[in-house]
């Protein structure tokens, strides 16, 4: 299982990195086709990284095109949405365009959130006259169960291989019920890249490195593309 690790040994030197990799391969991609796809990580270790890339000055981000990996059904003025703590750390505080922002809107019925995230996702590909959906870069962190956007150990979302968005509940985490982008969705990237933040990521990606079950450790089936860059700072 090939990956690109690096390890910091502090917090601000994470964060900067971090935050300057994502810039880098934004940069990359509106340079050799007018354009980019990023597929934000919820949780916490991303905040700061986001804070961190805002002030990055040579981002056009009117050339960036935002989605959200996963997000907790939840109104859009909850703390514990994902979107919130994305505009708060990032959306807010750069000139990227509304409508280059594509929130789960889960104002909507559970069920008709989903499939109206699906029905974002495909139009804006459709708009872009690509045949092919192909995210540019995904960006995750690691849940102490090995979990990836809201892809949980032994979930049926784990097996879903036509669908790019679709339910997912857990009973370990706040906020039961989610919509997590799918295997097809997330496998498409040509860029991964994990933001391990916290002392309790060692030991997590140590079992996931070494495992090829994806049901039991979801990650593990990022790992395998070869495509993935982790970086962490244990804390
Ligand atoms: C979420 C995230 C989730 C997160 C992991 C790790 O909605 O919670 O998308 O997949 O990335 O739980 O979270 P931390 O990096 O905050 O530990």
Same mark, same amino acid.
């Given at each position: 299982?090939?990956?690109?690790?690096?390890?910091?040994?502090?917090?601000?030197?994470?964060?900067?990195?971090?935050?300057?990799?994502?810039?880098?391969?934004?940069?990359?991609?509106?340079?050799?086709?007018?354009?980019?796809?990023?597929?934000?990580?919820?949780?916490?270790?991303?905040?700061?990284?986001?804070?961190?890339?805002?002030?990055?000055?040579?981002?056009?981000?009117?050339?960036?095109?935002?989605?959200?990996?996963?997000?907790?059904?939840?109104?859009?003025?909850?703390?514990?949405?994902?979107?919130?703590?994305?505009?708060?750390?990032?959306?807010?505080?750069?000139?990227?365009?509304?409508?280059?922002?594509?929130?789960?809107?889960?104002?909507?019925?559970?069920?008709?959130?989903?499939?109206?995230?699906?029905?974002?996702?495909?139009?804006?590909?459709?708009?872009?006259?690509?045949?092919?959906?192909?995210?540019?870069?995904?960006?995750?962190?690691?849940?102490?169960?090995?979990?990836?956007?809201? #892809? *949980?150990?032994?979930?049926?979302?784990?097996?879903?291989?036509?669908?790019?968005? =679709? @339910?997912?509940? !857990? &009973?370990?985490?706040?906020?039961?019920?989610?919509?997590?982008?799918?295997?097809?969705?997330?496998?498409?990237?040509?860029?991964? #890249? *994990?933001?391990?933040?916290?002392?309790?990521?060692?030991?997590?990606?140590?079992? =996931? @490195?070494?495992? !090829? &079950?994806?049901?039991?450790?979801?990650?593990?089936?990022?790992?395998?593309?070869?495509?993935?860059?982790?970086?962490?700072?244990?804390?």
């Amino acid at each position: 299982m090939e990956y690109k690790f690096t390890e910091f040994t502090s917090k601000e030197s994470f964060v900067t990195a971090a935050a300057e990799r994502i810039a880098a391969i934004l940069k990359e991609n509106i340079q050799t086709k007018g354009w980019a796809t990023i597929i934000l990580a919820g949780g916490s270790t991303p905040r700061s990284i986001y804070a961190q890339l805002s002030t990055l000055s040579d981002i056009d981000w009117s050339k960036v095109f935002m989605f959200f990996g996963d997000e907790r059904y939840v109104p859009h003025d909850d703390p514990d949405s994902n979107y919130v703590m994305v505009r708060a750390s990032l959306i807010d505080k750069v000139s990227i365009p509304k409508e280059n922002v594509f929130a789960v809107r889960t104002e909507m019925p559970y069920e008709h959130c989903i499939e109206d995230y699906e029905i974002q996702i495909r139009s804006f590909f459709s708009r872009k006259q690509v045949d092919v959906i192909q995210f540019d870069l995904i960006l995750l962190g690691l849940g102490k169960d090995g979990h990836i956007a809201s #892809l *949980f150990p032994q979930s049926k979302a784990l097996d879903e291989e036509l669908k790019l968005v =679709t @339910s997912s509940t !857990t &009973d370990e985490f706040k906020v039961r019920e989610r919509i997590t982008m799918t295997y097809p969705a997330l496998l498409s990237a040509t860029h991964f #890249l *994990f933001f391990l933040g916290g002392s309790n990521k060692k030991n997590i990606l140590d079992k =996931t @490195s070494q495992s !090829t &079950d994806y049901h039991q450790f979801p990650a593990s089936r990022i790992l395998e593309t070869g495509k993935a860059e982790i970086m962490a700072f244990f804390g």
